[in-house]
């Protein structure tokens, strides 16, 4: 009779581990779910990033041919004018 009290207590170990595991496994699995979160929040940034960073690169291609085009057109205009002060003066 007195290994009954020891299987019961033996009985109470054993749900108290598998309640721990329950808890452990269930913790893991948020985790994980976190963890895949967060990926896939990163993997967004880096799509973000590389489309930005073209981005940026069109815009810096369309601002060096606008100071191109400034360029050659204050060189006509500063042509441009100097052929009037020539016909003018004459």
């Known amino acids: 009779m007195s290994d009954i ?3 019961e207590d033996a009985l109470r170990k054993f749900e108290s581990a598998l309640n721990g595991l329950e808890v452990a496994m269930v913790r893991a699995k948020e985790s994980q779910k976190q963890s895949e979160a967060v990926n896939g929040e990163a993997a967004a940034l880096r799509e973000d990033r590389a489309r930005l960073a073209e981005e940026l690169d069109q815009v810096r291609a369309n601002a060096n041919r606008l100071l191109e085009a400034n360029t050659q057109a204050e060189t006509r205009i500063s042509s441009a004018m ?3 002060k020539t016909v003018l003066g004459e």
């Open 5 to 7: 009290p020891k299987i």
């Open 82 to 84: 100097e052929r009037i």
